[in-house]
């Protein structure tokens, strides 16, 4: 944790850079694995005349982009800071999620739309192709669901990316469901309802993902952070007046930074000085909360009053 005296430190991604960038590889191998069940996909949709397996391929195009994006985001995220770009790229991670979000639900709002076309102008599916290639769909978003599942927990970048692979696994068992119907019952309202419940299944998700990267983008407080938590700790300090201008928010996903003007009598300057001062708001916050990056402006009683109005 750093922090500064009388002044703000701007710091970029860690060395170790951003918590999506350990999961490069993995995103690269799904990306792969969805271009091509996405080609298989339309030629099985266009073979067997299954709606539900053309809207299942074209997710996956989606996906595919949507993967495409989160690489792309993390390169950049993970470039230096600069002069101007003093916390760096950080947020591309987080617009990549943003745009993820945007994806999927123009995704889900296209299934439900050509379902209820398909409704309207039944056609005759063929449920033992549908069968065979949703088979290869399945085996292939598990396969990439594997490789993703632990950074969807770390990163919002790649929790988009997990979440649209989530999406074509309930679309590649969904038709799965719908095919095997069709070949019991020859029932063919089966996979406009399929291609439904597939725009469906979406939403939730993508509305929560949507939510959570909204909260980083309006640099409201972190996940966790209980800001009242966070100035009770600062105020308990010996010598500690005061705390002003207290903000908490988030670059990207796990870096957190924090900001305060700190009011310190100036019994307490005098008799441990700023640097112990500053060390025992590093161990204060540092002991209590998870914040990537702190910095601290330690003034004495009064200086609040003549600092200008936009520092507030």
């Not at 709002?109 to 290869?136: D, H, M, N, Q």
């Not at 969904?174 to 406009?192: C, E, F, K, R």
Request: with cysteine.
């Amino acid at each position: 944790m750093g922090a500064g005296h009388d002044h703000g430190h701007t710091h970029g991604p860690p060395p170790t850079g951003t918590a999506a960038a350990a999961y490069k590889g993995r995103l690269r191998i799904a990306l792969g694995i969805t271009l091509a069940v996405m080609t298989v996909e339309i030629i099985g949709g266009l073979v067997s005349n299954s709606l539900a397996l053309v809207a299942d391929a074209a997710h996956m195009a989606t996906d595919a982009l949507g993967l495409a994006m989160a690489l792309l985001a993390i390169h950049f995220a993970n470039r230096p800071a600069s002069k101007n770009a003093t916390f760096g790229y950080a947020r591309a991670e987080i617009l990549a999620a943003l745009a993820n979000c945007l994806l999927l639900l123009g995704v889900g709002g296209f299934l439900l739309f050509e379902a209820v076309e398909r409704f309207i102008t039944p056609a005759e599916t063929k449920s033992g192709t549908a069968i065979v290639f949703a088979l290869i769909g399945l085996v292939a978003n598990m396969i990439s669901l594997s490789l993703l599942v632990k950074g969807q927990k770390d990163s919002l970048n790649v929790r988009g990316a997990f979440l649209e692979v989530v999406a074509d696994t309930l679309g590649s068992v969904t038709v799965l469901i719908s095919a095997g119907i069709i070949m019991a019952t020859g029932w063919q309202a089966a996979d406009p309802i399929a291609s439904l419940l597939i725009g469906l299944m979406i939403v939730p998700r993508t509305w929560k993902l949507l939510r959570e990267t909204l909260t980083v983008l309006l640099e409201a407080a972190p996940k966790g952070v209980d800001m009242a938590e966070v100035r009770a700790h600062i105020v308990e300090l010996p010598g500690v007046e005061d705390v002003h201008d207290l903000h908490a928010w988030t670059i990207t996903s796990g870096m957190p930074v924090l900001s305060a003007h700190v009011v310190v009598s100036q019994e307490a300057l005098d008799s441990v000085g700023h640097e112990k001062m500053l060390h025992s708001l590093q161990n204060c916050l540092g002991d209590h909360f998870d914040v990537e990056h702190c910095t601290f402006q330690l003034e004495p009683s009064g200086h609040a009053e003549h600092e200008a109005k936009l520092c507030h």
